[in-house]
């Protein structure tokens, strides 16, 4: 397919010609599209009309932005599982994971419908009887929506639904990886009518069609989710802006912990599920498992057996739990991890990495790599966000030494605690870092009406999803008094 940026409710290729290929992972002499490489000019064009946009959209009904919504979900559900096949063929996923992904984007998109027509601000007391007072909610302006790759449906939506629904006007810079699930949200808008320039798609490389947007002077909010270096330089920049704000969510270094007394055999299957499912290339994935040392022998041999029966392949064949990893910078990191994990004095217990037998060289396919290390503070392969099949099995002997293991890092996305004893869950819910907590459940599972968001270099504590509301809307206060004279608040007097 030959695609095209999206500005204005017009399809237009960038004028420089420059283009780029979007390769299928599981077969790289594949190529699924071709898109335009976008710059500062394609990005200047793009802001111009999304601000002409917005005085407009915001006047609109909230009900009637919120119509379009649903217009929206109604065309995704027809194509649901043409574009689940779309979505495995470029990025990889597992097929049923892109069901999954496309079914989060209806939800995140049914949802803000739904909140269309429920209230939008508060009604609150007034210190003085004849006053009326509200706090209501505005729209930011222009929003800058960037995401990764590795949620190429469900991620977008989580940006760009609930920005549309509040009256901002949006431009999406999808992942470069990713381009053809982007154009099929552009096509979806434009097919639905949604009003020229409210809705902007930016194709194109980080550094040349994301940085423009965020530095931009008539962006208004960047909404980011992605690598942490990539959020740090976003956050840095938008601070020193003294209208910008930027809301970054970013990535994680997750963890199970794993208690003596847990259900061993649902402790491996959430284990499994949290390290290896999307290849561990999610946000939240797994890859410390915190394991009470009664337990670890037992849990690390089924771990390990399970893992050795994961069916890795194309990911558009039902049988197949993992597909490739992303491309080949990811194979390149992940080999490191797993060399560096040597270096540090991991003891090795599933010796994965690159696979090139039939069926497997054409693609970026890697299988798990499984390792035990006692704590230490030092080890990079126990702090960094690795990003691939890489998973540590790691001792514990106290409740307090797995909250300290498990917070002694600088991310603080998701957790999940394994035990059937309610005292020691509550003590982890309470004690450990994070901003997506499980119990009993692998680390994995996002709903779209429960906040999504980490703490510390996992996100800026806006939360995305549901929650995002938050960062595209101004809380204003509006005061009316209702009486004829003036009366002042904390009884200040009113005489001149
Ligand atoms: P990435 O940071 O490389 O890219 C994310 C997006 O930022 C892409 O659209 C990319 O083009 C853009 N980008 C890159 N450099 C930029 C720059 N200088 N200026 C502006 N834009 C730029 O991340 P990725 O490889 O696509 O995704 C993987 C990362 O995303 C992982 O770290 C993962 O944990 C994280 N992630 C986080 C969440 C979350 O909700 N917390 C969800 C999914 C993924």
């Not at 004028?15 to 490489?37: H, L, S, Y």
């Amino acid at each position: 397919m030959q695609g095209k940026n999206y500005i204005g409710g017009e399809w237009v290729s960038s004028p420089w010609g420059e283009t780029f290929e979007d390769i299928n992972p599981a077969n790289t002499q594949e190529v699924v599209g071709v898109f335009p490489k976008s710059n500062q000019k394609d990005v200047e064009e793009a802001v111009k009309v999304a601000r002409e946009a917005y005085s407009t959209w915001r006047r609109l009904s909230r009900i009637k932005r919120g119509e379009y919504l649903d217009n929206f979900v109604q065309l995704v559900k027809a194509e649901a599982e043409e574009l689940a096949y779309l979505m495995a063929k470029e990025c990889g996923k597992a097929i049923n994971e892109c069901r999954a992904d496309v079914v989060e984007g209806i939800h995140m998109t049914q949802f803000m419908f739904g909140r269309s027509r429920t209230p939008y601000g508060d009604v609150v007391a007034s210190e003085i009887g004849e006053k009326d007072a509200y706090m209501l909610r505005r729209p930011k302006g222009v929003i800058a929506a960037i995401s990764p790759w590795n949620f190429p449906f469900a991620i977008p939506t989580w940006l760009i639904m609930p920005s549309l629904l509040e009256g901002n006007t949006v431009i999406f810079k999808p992942s470069e990886e990713t381009p053809l699930m982007a154009h099929k949200i552009a096509e979806y808008f434009h097919r639905v009518g949604l009003p020229a320039g409210v809705f902007n798609l930016i194709q194109g490389h980080g550094p040349q069609a994301g940085w423009p947007l965020v530095t931009h002077p008539d962006v208004d909010v960047v909404l980011f989710v992605g690598s942490a270096p990539v959020g740090a330089e976003i956050k840095k920049v938008c601070a020193a802006d003294y209208r910008k704000m930027a809301a970054c969510e970013m990535g994680g270094k997750n963890a199970i912990i794993v208690c003596d007394d847990a259900n061993l055999e649902l402790a491996v299957n959430a284990a499994i599920l949290s390290a290896f499912k999307t290849s561990g290339q999610r946000c939240v994935s797994a890859s410390r498992l915190i394991v009470h040392e009664k337990v670890i022998d037992a849990f690390s041999k089924a771990f390990v057996e399970t893992a050795k029966r994961i069916v890795i392949g194309d990911p558009v064949d039902e049988k197949v739990f993992m597909g490739p990893v992303i491309n080949q910078k990811a194979v390149d990191k992940i080999t490191f991890y797993n060399n560096l994990a040597r270096e540090e004095g991991a003891e090795i217990l599933l010796k994965g990495g690159r696979l090139d037998g039939e069926g497997y060289r054409q693609g970026y396919f890697m299988s798990p790599f499984i390792y035990r290390m006692k704590y230490d503070s030092r080890p990079r392969v126990l702090r960094e966000e690795v990003f691939g099949p890489h998973v540590a099995i790691v001792p514990f002997r106290t409740l307090e030494e797995a909250i300290h293991i498990h917070n002694d890092v600088e991310y603080g996305l998701a957790m999940s605690v394994i035990t059937e004893d309610y005292r020691k869950a509550r003590t982890l819910r309470e004690e450990c870092e994070y901003g997506v907590g499980y119990v009993n459940l692998p680390s994995i599972g996002a709903e779209v009406h429960l906040p999504f968001g980490g703490l510390k270099k996992s996100g800026t504590g806006l939360p995305s999803a549901s929650t995002l509301i938050d960062a595209v809307t101004h809380r204003v206060a509006w005061t009316v008094n209702n009486a004829t004279e003036i009366k002042m608040a904390q009884g200040l007097s009113a005489a001149v």
